[in-house]
């Protein structure tokens, strides 16, 4: 198993590097902006961080604070329709609120890790 994919308490934990965009936010259509971000799914959350690269480093607020907080709960992720991006790879993530993000990254193997881990937790949540 995977040493940053593992069950404690019950709920499944992963952290490492994605590239992801907010797509939708509460059921408006918003600008695309690509960017790297530090993922982690902790608790049924899972929260992207903002590239180091992209901040000042004196602004250590930017880093510490999650640029988007994702309640699992209710949510549903999949492969993103060819029409979403022309990037490879690519999943879509939509939450109860109405919020949609994309996630991507270059390695098949990567991603398909990510959908695993976050499709078996919003099950876990829905028979809780
Ligand atoms: O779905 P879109 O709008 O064609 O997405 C592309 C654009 O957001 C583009 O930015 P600007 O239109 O703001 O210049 C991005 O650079 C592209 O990466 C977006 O498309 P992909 O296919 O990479 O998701």
Redesign the pocket.
């Known amino acids: 198993r995977d040493s940053a994919d593992t069950t404690q308490g019950h709920l499944l934990e992963k952290a490492g590097i994605v590239n992801k965009?907010k797509?939708v936010d509460n059921g408006k259509k918003i600008?695309?902006?690509?960017s790297q971000s530090w993922t982690v799914l902790h608790g049924g959350i899972l929260t992207f961080h903002r590239d180091p690269k992209s901040a000042p480093s004196s602004n250590m607020a930017s880093q510490i604070v999650p640029e988007y907080t994702v309640e699992l709960r209710g949510a549903s992720v999949c492969w993103a329709p060819k029409e979403?991006?022309?990037?490879k790879n690519?999943l879509e993530l939509r939450t109860r609120q109405g919020c949609e993000y994309?996630m991507?990254y270059d390695t098949e193997s990567i991603i398909a890790d990510w959908l695993k881990v976050v499709q078996d937790t919003i099950r876990q949540l829905d028979h809780e």
Do not use: D, G, M, Y
Not at 84 to 87: I, N
């Open positions: 965009t797509v600008r695309k902006n690509w979403k991006s022309s990037k690519v994309l991507q």
